[in-house]
């Protein structure tokens, strides 16, 4: 007797029997278990086996009869897609050129719909992401929202408001050490937390107590797969690390691992590998409400409530800060949501977020997909047209046999849904090819379960079909209804009304084109005007940036000393901020002045900083080893004397924790990316050995040596802590990398849509010729030279791609002009872009007409006429 | 003729279902084409040879009895019609002439 568990899949008995002739299916059911039972195991291959042979009896033989598929419906249908798929196979071109518009169409605007989606989905796998609230805070009524706040707040907040049920406060270390016995890791992703971490968000926890995992000092929580890098399994619980930290302040500390988590989703704003208990650090409880350093999340009981919070958070912030300061820091705080994290401009990129999304991106690439999806279908309209005309004999036999119009008219609908789905099978096995390199170039992991969830397959098939459907109607339409006996017997012009919709299609489709092209030379020429303005003001090229200098510890003149022996090195500065990397930290007000709106950040430099960097000095003098008083001295720049609104800045007096005197100005630079503008800045003398960074000139010749010079020095000072270094100039790119990607992506879908459209208008023309070759013969007769027959055409199509140009400009000037917000400096939108791009689709369109309409003025007019 | 023509896997399985007798059914027709051939067939290439074979005439199929094995489910057994025997003989006697004009792939000469 079989047992229970040891049965065949039942599925495929179902199958089996659905599509079996009745007649055989007991002698074949038979065999299949027998042979099932010969393999005497139950293990997956032993199934997989099985199938194998269920999907292998898909044979004719095996059928049972279908006395539904005999019927005349189905007859018709199988003759017609017969004669269909022979006379595809005929005009192979034709077919290729058809498909190859249509898998681009689509397999573009999947991609873009797969990257779209999953930026709108950004947390949302976190179980309670509508309850849970970031708060936010700007400074000085400014524009931009930050998100850091002091120690104590979130307990205030507990205890002021009851729609709050807890809060959770998280500290970010990005430089650490993790050491496991004699491994040592680099770890980028280590955050401390209140206990209360899993609670607000939600999440559970694969090994450990979600509420007492994180109580006690010295516990750290792990992510599954920082579990399965240390110590290959995945539950270490009970097990000791050693994490080090120049951010929390810890070196070789050991904590002991309490739980496990699942890591976050890809599409989430954090991504932690070590959550270590907040009890763990004194630093967190600093009771001092000004010192903003922790982010802070707030677990509401719904989320209607943040509103009625956020109204009477002015008044509990009086209170918590004293009027006094509440009046001076003139901040706003919010609650943002959980969702609106990722992509949210208004709120500071803070270090721990893993990647940062963009509205614009979001709703302007469905535009491009939409774009790029139209030309492909409007392509297809056209070929499809023009393959049509080829059947024509066919459909005009099978009307005078009596066939059904609108029987018809659906059989051709249905080729082209057939050919529209063919094309999306070749699309998505095309995407599937290019997924990891799609993934690594949007630098986002997209989750594929989700991608190919029955729903959202559902959801593009039945547009794909829609799409077939309604691009299929046309040319059905136009050969079902066209008249045999007009067009056979008498002598008739140009039939217009096919033509006319065509036309239409092909105004919008070079409508796009332009679009495409006026916004990729745009695009160029705004890179090209960032690059000339960060270059304004400093040399970024050839600087070296140490960005861990803290591990010299007491040695930091001597490393110094030691690299100056190299004569490459032209010189070295330490500073607490360089441009390109923010790191300020006081602000200040002058002296004289009773206005508290013009504060400037300062941050601090050594003397060498102008020298390093390469900036310009436009007044008085910078830090100098010479002058005695100059820790009491500082430096601003342009912006910040115009803010300040001194004409003559030199003496004057500014007030940080104590008086400051103005010894010079610099001229503006970029310290952030061009997206912001500049602040007004000033700089101090930094007390040696708490620089942030060191920056090293290099002597352009000889870099890689001197690297490897600079590597060696650092090896002789400090052990086992490798240096962590890069160059100026990368830094400044890294900024522009999603703007960048942008460009690239409108040029390459520009140029797509540049092929497509020519596609499109060599099919166009050839069923333009194709009707008027009687008209092109008769007026060779009559005298007609080539060239009046080439510019029969042309000016037909040069009417069409004026209209085009005129309709395209609107468009691309809004585009623009919505894409230049995001900046602070913005290349101007000249009319040349629109010249260049409208001259170069016709010129492209003319070549596409003029090797069409090259057959048409050179054909002998005896092969066109001699039919009558 | 062409009503007469013989596919290779075809006249293995005659050859096959002559050989077992009263035995031959479609699993067992499988297992003893890997046992005798070392080929994996598949049942539904058996038994799809098998409904061309039918169709040719060359065999017959008949039901046996219920068995326990396969859940009482019934055999197809297969027989060589007497046309099949002899279409098998012609298919024989045609390679073993051409064999024998070939003298350069004679046993003693590989």
């Known amino acids: ?56 009896l898909l044979r004719p033989f095996a059928f049972r009869d279908m006395k539904i598929f005999n019927g005349r419906f189905f007859t018709l249908l199988r003759f017609h897609l017969k004669i269909s798929g022979k006379t595809y196979l005929k005009n192979k071109v034709l077919t290729a050129v058809n498909l190859f518009g249509l898998v681009i169409g689509i397999g573009v605007s999947f991609l873009i719909w797969a990257f779209v989606s999953h930026e709108l989905t950004y947390d949302r796998s976190f179980p309670n992401s509508e309850r849970v609230f970031r708060v936010i805070r700007n400074w000085q009524g400014g524009e931009k929202f930050g998100t850091s706040v002091s120690a104590p707040f979130a307990e205030a907040l507990r205890a002021e408001f009851p729609e709050v049920i807890t809060t959770t406060r998280l500290y970010h270390s990005e430089n650490n050490i993790v050491m496991k016995a ?3 890791f680099r770890e980028e992703y280590v955050l401390a937390a209140d206990a209360t971490f899993f609670e607000v968000f939600g999440t559970s926890l694969i090994h450990g107590n979600t509420s007492e995992c994180l109580r006690s000092p010295g516990s750290v929580v792990i992510s599954e797969s920082a579990a399965l890098k240390l110590f290959n399994e995945s539950n270490p619980t009970g097990n000791n690390i050693a994490i080090e930290s120049s951010d929390l302040g810890i070196s070789e500390k050991n904590y002991v691992i309490t739980g496990v988590f699942d890591d976050f989703s890809p599409n ?7 959550l270590i208990s907040s009890s763990s650090f004194p630093f967190m409880n600093n009771p001092n409400p000004l010192n903003h350093f922790l982010k802070t999340y707030v677990l509401l009981q719904n989320t209607e409530q943040s509103k009625q919070v956020e109204e009477r958070l002015p008044a509990f912030m009086e209170r918590f800060y004293g009027t006094d300061y509440f009046n001076y820091s003139r901040s706003t705080y919010l609650l943002q949501p959980l969702d609106d994290i990722h992509l949210n401009s208004i709120v500071h990129k803070a270090s721990y977020e893993s990647s940062k999304g963009s509205y614009f991106a979001v709703s302007f690439f469905p535009a491009l997909a939409v774009f790029i999806l139209i030309i492909s279908v409007i392509n297809f309209v056209n070929l499809h047209t023009s393959h049509s005309i080829g059947r024509k004999k066919e459909t005009w036999v099978k009307k005078v046999n009596g066939a059904s119009l609108f029987q018809e008219t659906g059989y051709l609908v249905l080729d082209s849904v057939i050919i529209f789905l063919v094309a999306l099978f070749i699309a998505i096995c095309t995407i599937e090819f290019f997924f990891t390199d799609f993934e690594s170039f949007v630098d986002r992991q997209i989750d594929r379960q989700f991608l190919y969830s029955s729903q959202n397959i559902v959801l593009v098939l039945s547009i794909v079909v829609a799409l077939g459907i309604l691009s299929g109607l046309h040319p059905a339409v136009m050969l079902v209804s066209s008249d045999m006996l007009k067009e056979k017997k008498a002598v008739t012009g140009v039939k217009k009304t096919g033509v006319f919709l065509n036309s239409k299609l092909i105004i919008l489709q070079f409508m796009i084109c332009m679009f495409f092209l006026a916004g990729s030379i745009f695009i ?195 052990a086992n802590r490798p240096i962590d270094y890069t160059f100026l100039d990368k830094e400044f790119a890294s900024w522009y990398t999603t703007d960048r990607k942008m460009g690239m992506i409108t040029a390459v879908l520009s140029a797509l849509a540049i092929i497509l459209s020519c596609l499109g208008i060599l099919g166009l ?90 057959r048409a003025a050179h054909q002998n007019p005896i092969d066109s006429l001699r039919y009558e | 003729m062409s009503k007469d023509y013989l596919g290779e896997f075809e006249e293995l399985i005659m050859l096959i279902a002559v050989m077992m007798k009263d035995e031959a059914y479609g699993l067992a027709l499988c297992r003893e084409i890997k046992g005798q051939t070392g080929r994996n067939v598949t049942i539904g290439a058996v038994h799809a040879t098998v409904a061309r074979l039918e169709k040719k005439g060359f065999v017959d199929t008949y039901l046996g009895g219920s068995t326990n094995e396969r859940g009482g ?24 002439s051409l064999w024998n004009k070939i003298p350069e792939l004679a046993p003693g000469n590989i």
């Open chain 1, 1 to 56: 007797m079989r047992s229970r568990r040891n049965r065949p899949p039942r599925l495929a008995d179902k199958i089996l029997s659905w599509f079996c002739d009745p007649d055989l299916h007991e002698a074949i059911q038979g065999d299949l278990h027998e042979y099932y039972n010969d393999a005497k195991s139950n293990s997956w291959k032993t199934k997989f086996r099985y199938w194998f042979q269920v999907v292998n």
């Open chain 1, 182 to 184: 004699d491994k040592v």
């Open chain 1, 268 to 274: 989430s704003h954090m991504a932690p590998d070590f």
């Open chain 1, 524 to 718: 160029f020429k705004q890179f090209r005007y960032l690059n000339s303005e960060t270059n304004r003001g400093f040399n970024k090229e050839n600087v070296l940036l140490i960005k861990n200098p803290w591990y010299l510890g007491e040695s930091h003149a001597a490393f110094k000393q030691a690299l100056t022996s190299n004569r490459n090195i032209i010189s070295i500065s330490g500073s607490e901020s360089v441009p390109g990397i923010n790191n300020f930290s006081t602000w200040g007000h002058p002296v004289d002045s009773a206005d508290d709106d013009s504060h400037i950040t300062v941050f601090y430099c050594d003397e060498q900083y102008v020298n390093t960097l390469g900036l310009k000095l436009v007044e008085g003098r910078f830090f100098s080893k010479g002058h005695k008083t100059d820790n009491l001295a500082i430096v601003l720049n342009e912006t910040a004397v115009k803010k300040l609104g001194w004409d003559d800045p030199i003496g004057k007096r500014y007030r940080l924790d104590t008086v400051f005197h103005v010894i010079g100005v610099i001229q503006d630079i970029h310290f952030e990316s061009l997206h912001n503008a500049i602040d007004p800045m000033g700089m101090v003398l930094i007390r040696p050995g708490t620089e942030s960074f060191i920056s090293i000139r290099i002597a352009s010749d000889e870099i890689a040596k001197t690297v490897s010079f600079v590597n060696d020095v650092w090896g002789s000072f400090v």
């Open chain 1, 765 to 854: 023309m050839f069923y333009t010729i194709l009707r008027r070759t009687k008209e092109i013969g008769i007026r060779k007769v009559f005298g007609a030279s080539t060239l009046d027959i080439h510019l029969l055409f042309i000016q037909d199509t040069s009417k069409w791609l004026m209209m085009a140009f005129v309709l395209a400009i609107p468009f691309s000037v809004l585009a623009m002009k919505k894409w230049l917000q995001d900046f602070a400096y913005r290349a101007e939108i000249s009319w040349w872009i629109f010249a260049i791009a409208g001259l170069a689709v016709y010129l492209i369109a003319l070549a596409c007409i003029l090797f069409q309409s090259y």
């Open chain 2, 73 to 96: 489910r019934r055999k197809r057994f297969i027989r060589v019609t007497n046309l099949g025997r002899k279409v098998l003989v012609k298919s024989r006697d045609a390679k073993m």
